[in-house]
């Protein structure tokens, strides 16, 4: 069944389309990766999907209900959440306050929102930094609290904006760990965004790709490397050389 | 129970902070026995009410991060308020301080409505128009005796009048605004970790991020700007049967508003102590430094340049106050 189905999404900006009629559906239990070269319309994308401001035109089903121009808070409350790619980290609230905001979301009392952010502090191995400034933190274990906080509000589709960039080898490990994790155990739907093919491809069931707004493909990981006109535009004739054996097809000749 | 609980825990202070805090109200509480001035009386119970105009203001411009310049006109509606009831109707103080508290909040939602969907300093300046508006109006209206004011006239009422809060002696205000004190101090430690003052802090932090965690930004700002208007509000109509005489140009004039915020701002806009060690230090400051120096020497307006400088010490140095002195230095000892 689809949790989310985006109609001839259309955003401009001026006379830019930032997001030009991208349509595109997302089933419940799936791990969606959007990939695209920079200023493609990723981030638009799902600043539309998640209420930050209204499409210019198209439709935002999200969970069987018309959700298009709901502002962003009446989108957590339906169950959607997201991270932001680039997390100010500027203010007074410790790692443990900002998941608790987010805990906060459901219920007024104190106690069960400490006990259930006290949950995911641990799941997601932030205990230890619990009484630290976010800014205090390494890049990695602040990408993880932005994940944290998400998580608190108890999502049904979690937007993730490039959790690993940034990020060395072994914590982009464990990053898709956690993301497997987040989607299999809890049975959140993800959509990310990322430039860290590694991560994508790997961990995808499938991808959308964008260029210029539009979407210019959309199928799972080893077909996507193999598209001629995402490898022109994104991926790049060297990337395909030395991945494609990954995904189980053959070198492009 | 659980909001008693709430209110009353104080858990993770240090035990210096709390050892001083009492130790504090205790000294609070038994000045008047000791033996003061008429003058020092008077500056104490100045400081308490300024602690919780500063508490009052801190809910929405400390932790809600929106720098509220127009304060003084909730002042003046509780203020005003409990003047006229009682000079009018004969209607005791408390009753008329409830009243005033809802008038001032549904002001505040009024204009707050509109306040809010500005920022930064935008928001700022509109606040002190809507405060400078409603003082110019109090100015004209005849109903409160326009720009003369009103006035009690203690001799028509028998004191110690504990319904109309008419006293002689200090010493029953002094009593009656600590217990103020002491009530402001435990809802603002209910606040600052209940659901909307964590929202709060969000907000501050980042709108875009709050607004991604299920938070309803310009609500809660029209929410906590409530709040901190019945704060100022009731303190307000306690500060006009004490001083017993209000004009629009005291009580609602842009001095208090931004006397306000500055105390905040000087103690630590943001958290539980800010307020009052902030009014501890000013408003002192402020009556001696006038008494010593403007009166004798002819120098009026020589506390003003000293607030200015210490105010130009601590942006900058520590934009977060005193208070934040102290969290810095704490945070570099536990590293």
């Given at each position: 069944?689809?949790?989310?189905?985006?109609?001839?999404?259309?955003?401009?900006?001026?006379?830019?389309?930032?997001?030009?009629?991208?349509s595109?559906?997302?089933?419940?239990?799936e791990?969606?990766?959007?990939?695209?070269?920079?200023?493609?319309?990723?981030?638009?994308?799902?600043?539309?999907?998640?209420?930050?401001?209204?499409?210019?035109?198209?439709?935002?089903?999200?969970?069987?209900?018309?959700?298009?121009?709901?502002?962003?808070?009446?989108?957590?409350?339906?169950?959607?959440?997201?991270?932001?790619?680039?997390?100010?980290?500027g203010?007074?609230?410790?790692?443990?306050?900002?998941?608790l905001?987010?805990?906060?979301m459901?219920?007024?009392?104190?106690?069960?929102?400490?006990?259930?952010?006290?949950?995911?502090?641990?799941?997601?191995?932030?205990?230890?930094?619990?009484?630290?400034?976010?800014?205090?933190?390494?890049?990695?274990?602040?990408?993880?609290?932005?994940?944290?906080t998400?998580?608190?509000?108890?999502?049904?589709?979690?937007?993730?904006?490039?959790?690993?960039?940034?990020?060395?080898?072994?914590?982009?490990?464990?990053?898709?760990?956690?993301?497997?994790?987040?989607?299999?155990?809890?049975?959140?739907?993800?959509?990310?965004?990322?430039?860290?093919?590694?991560l994508?491809?790997?961990?995808?069931?499938?991808?959308?790709?964008?260029?210029?707004?539009?979407?210019i493909?959309?199928?799972?990981?080893?077909?996507?490397?193999?598209?001629?006109?995402?490898?022109?535009?994104?991926?790049?004739?060297?990337?395909?050389?030395?991945h494609?054996?990954?995904?189980?097809?053959?070198?492009?000749? | 129970?659980?909001?008693?609980?709430?209110?009353?825990?104080?858990?993770?202070?240090?035990?210096?902070?709390?050892?001083?805090?009492?130790?504090?109200?205790?000294?609070?509480?038994?000045?008047p026995?000791?033996?003061?001035?008429?003058?020092?009386?008077?500056?104490?119970?100045?400081?308490?009410?300024?602690?919780?105009?500063?508490?009052?203001?801190?809910?929405?411009?400390?932790?809600?991060?929106?720098v509220?310049?127009?304060?003084?006109?909730?002042v003046?509606?509780?203020?005003?308020?409990?003047?006229?009831?009682l000079?009018?109707?004969?209607?005791?103080?408390?009753?008329?301080?409830?009243?005033?508290?809802?008038?001032?909040?549904?002001?505040?939602?009024?204009?707050?409505?509109?306040?809010?969907?500005?920022?930064?300093?935008?928001?700022?300046?509109?606040?002190?128009?809507?405060?400078?508006?409603?003082?110019?109006?109090?100015?004209?209206?005849?109903?409160?005796?326009?720009?003369?004011?009103?006035?009690i006239?203690?001799?028509?009422?028998?004191?110690?009048?504990?319904?109309?809060?008419?006293?002689?002696?200090?010493?029953?205000?002094y009593?009656?605004?600590?217990?103020?004190?002491?009530?402001?101090?435990?809802?603002?430690?209910?606040?600052?970790?209940?659901?909307?003052?964590?929202?709060?802090?969000?907000i501050?932090?980042?709108?875009?991020?709050?607004?991604?965690?299920?938070?309803?930004v310009?609500?809660?700002?029209?929410?906590?700007?409530?709040?901190?208007?019945?704060?100022?509000?009731?303190?307000?109509?306690?500060?006009?049967?004490?001083?017993?005489?209000?004009?629009?140009?005291d009580?609602?004039?842009?001095?208090?508003s931004?006397?306000?915020?500055?105390?905040?701002?000087?103690?630590?806009?943001?958290?539980?102590?800010?307020?009052?060690?902030?009014?501890g230090?000013?408003?002192?400051?402020?009556?001696?430094?006038?008494?010593?120096?403007?009166?004798?020497?002819?120098?009026?307006?020589?506390?003003l340049?000293?607030?200015?400088l210490?105010i130009?010490?601590?942006?900058?140095?520590?934009?977060?106050?005193?208070?934040?002195?102290?969290?810095?230095?704490?945070?570099?000892?536990?590293?």
């Amino acid at each position: 069944m689809a949790l989310l189905e985006v109609h001839n999404l259309v955003k401009a900006f001026g006379g830019l389309n930032a997001n030009d009629d991208v349509s595109f559906v997302i089933e419940k239990g799936e791990l969606l990766g959007l990939i695209g070269p920079n200023g493609a319309g990723k981030t638009t994308c799902f600043n539309c999907i998640a209420g930050m401001f209204p499409p210019t035109s198209g439709r935002i089903v999200f969970d069987g209900e018309d959700v298009t121009g709901l502002p962003a808070h009446e989108m957590a409350r339906r169950g959607l959440a997201r991270t932001f790619q680039v997390y100010t980290a500027g203010g007074d609230l410790t790692v443990g306050e900002n998941v608790l905001v987010g805990c906060f979301m459901h219920t007024r009392s104190r106690s069960s929102a400490r006990s259930k952010a006290d949950g995911i502090l641990e799941q997601m191995g932030l205990k230890e930094f619990r009484n630290q400034l976010v800014s205090e933190l390494p890049v990695a274990a602040q990408k993880r609290v932005t994940m944290a906080t998400a998580l608190g509000t108890d999502p049904k589709l979690l937007l993730l904006d490039e959790v690993a960039a940034g990020l060395n080898p072994s914590e982009i490990e464990a990053t898709m760990a956690g993301i497997r994790r987040i989607n299999a155990e809890h049975g959140v739907t993800v959509m990310l965004i990322e430039h860290v093919m590694e991560l994508v491809m790997n961990i995808s069931h499938r991808v959308i790709v964008l260029d210029y707004g539009r979407k210019i493909a959309e199928g799972c990981p080893k077909d996507i490397v193999r598209d001629p006109q995402v490898i022109k535009a994104y991926l790049g004739e060297r990337y395909v050389r030395e991945h494609a054996t990954e995904f189980g097809g053959s070198a492009i000749p | 129970m659980e909001a008693i609980r709430n209110t009353l825990d104080f858990s993770d202070f240090p035990k210096t902070d709390l050892g001083v805090a009492l130790a504090v109200l205790v000294f609070l509480f038994c000045f008047p026995l000791f033996p003061h001035s008429a003058f020092a009386m008077a500056t104490m119970i100045q400081f308490f009410i300024f602690s919780l105009y500063g508490m009052g203001w801190n809910t929405i411009g400390g932790y809600g991060g929106q720098v509220d310049l127009g304060k003084a006109q909730y002042v003046g509606i509780g203020a005003y308020t409990t003047m006229v009831c009682l000079l009018r109707w004969d209607i005791p103080f408390w009753v008329s301080m409830p009243v005033g508290a809802c008038l001032s909040i549904c002001w505040s939602f009024i204009i707050g409505y509109p306040l809010f969907k500005l920022k930064g300093h935008y928001f700022a300046i509109a606040t002190i128009a809507t405060s400078l508006v409603l003082k110019d109006l109090f100015e004209v209206w005849k109903f409160v005796g326009a720009a003369r004011g009103l006035g009690i006239l203690p001799y028509k009422y028998h004191p110690p009048d504990y319904w109309r809060l008419i006293f002689k002696e200090d010493i029953y205000y002094y009593y009656i605004i600590f217990a103020f004190f002491i009530v402001g101090l435990l809802y603002m430690n209910w606040f600052r970790k209940s659901r909307l003052g964590y929202q709060l802090r969000s907000i501050k932090d980042n709108e875009e991020v709050a607004r991604s965690l299920g938070i309803n930004v310009h609500w809660a700002k029209i929410k906590t700007y409530a709040i901190a208007t019945a704060f100022v509000s009731i303190v307000g109509s306690f500060h006009a049967v004490y001083i017993k005489n209000i004009e629009p140009e005291d009580t609602m004039s842009l001095d208090i508003s931004i006397l306000i915020a500055l105390m905040a701002m000087l103690g630590g806009a943001g958290s539980l102590w800010g307020p009052v060690i902030g009014a501890g230090v000013l408003i002192p400051l402020k009556s001696y430094l006038k008494e010593w120096l403007g009166a004798s020497a002819g120098l009026l307006g020589i506390d003003l340049i000293i607030y200015g400088l210490i105010i130009m010490i601590i942006s900058a140095f520590e934009p977060r106050g005193l208070w934040g002195i102290v969290e810095k230095y704490r945070r570099r000892r536990r590293k």
